[in-house]
């Protein structure tokens, strides 16, 4: 994907730092506070596990005419992998794709990028809890299975995981949305976001984002990864409507291979 070409950039950056504060007592009850540290310590497992492993990433981007219909498609394939750093307590992610198979993209054509959102779990890290104010919704019931149900709206005036790129500049995104946990581990199953303030002034109408995960084993390894499945990414303005989806598969595991060379001339000496 050519970013030169494209008006409108999302990033789901998770190099901005946040506010340290405590979260507000009102807002919160002993069960949601018991929920949001095992979501937090799940999380925390979640950056110690990606970086174990790369995988594919296909991504399709689509712009839609103002009825509805397909105007362009692109689609691409990249190796993909997250590295991970951290700056004291604070994450940092950083996107690496190799190309596979390129867009054939279109001359005028502008079309939106989206990087970032695999991750967008880490809204529930305890570095960037602080920046949202989280309320416990019912229980939801799937397929047989109970999951918890939290809402997150991004606190005003602290600083947004979430960037628009948009002419050069960047506008932090103030999400709003709903994440399906599981009560037990904590662990992020699916996670929808949405804009909490209108950005209308800059002419974004809407923006939608759905991340779902899955668990991931590998075969001669004993324990289960939590990994990103797909993202899709949306985005409207008065005059234009993109979708962008990201779909995660065939996950690796990075192996080290170990070579030992034996000095032969040394064991005849001792022989």
Excluded at 123 to 151: C, M, W
Excluded at 253 to 262: I, M, Q
């Amino acid at each position: 994907m050519n970013q030169n070409r494209a008006h409108w950039i999302l990033n789901f950056v998770m190099l901005a730092a946040c506010f340290l504060v405590a979260r507000p007592a009102a807002a919160q009850s002993g069960p949601l506070d018991a929920l949001l540290d095992r979501a937090g310590n799940n999380v925390t497992r979640f950056l110690d596990q990606l970086g174990d492993v790369h995988c594919n990433e296909n991504v399709v981007q689509e712009k839609f005419t103002p009825k509805g219909k397909t105007e362009e498609r692109e689609q691409s394939t990249f190796d993909y992998l997250v590295l991970t750093q951290f700056h004291g307590s604070e994450p940092l992610l950083y996107e690496s794709r190799e190309t596979q198979r390129a867009a054939r993209l279109k001359k005028n054509v502008s079309m939106l990028v989206t990087n970032g959102f695999a991750t967008q779990m880490l809204i529930f890290h305890p570095y960037y809890q602080p920046s949202f104010s989280f309320e416990r919704l019912p229980d939801a019931h799937i397929n047989g299975k109970t999951y918890a149900q939290v809402h997150f709206q991004h606190v005003k005036g602290r600083l947004s995981p979430a960037v628009l790129l948009l002419r050069g500049r960047e506008y932090p995104l103030s999400l709003a949305g709903t994440a399906r946990l599981d009560p037990e581990t904590g662990a992020v199953t699916h996670i929808t976001t949405e804009l909490g303030d209108s950005m209308e002034d800059l002419g974004l109408k809407s923006f939608r984002t759905e991340v779902e995960y899955a668990a991931v084993v590998f075969p001669r390894n004993p324990k289960s990864y939590w990994l990103p499945a797909q993202a899709t990414v949306e985005l409207n303005t008065a005059r234009q409507h993109w979708k962008n989806v990201h779909q995660f598969s065939d996950y690796r595991l990075f192996s080290v291979n170990v070579e030992e060379k034996v000095d032969t001339d040394k064991l005849k000496e001792k022989d």
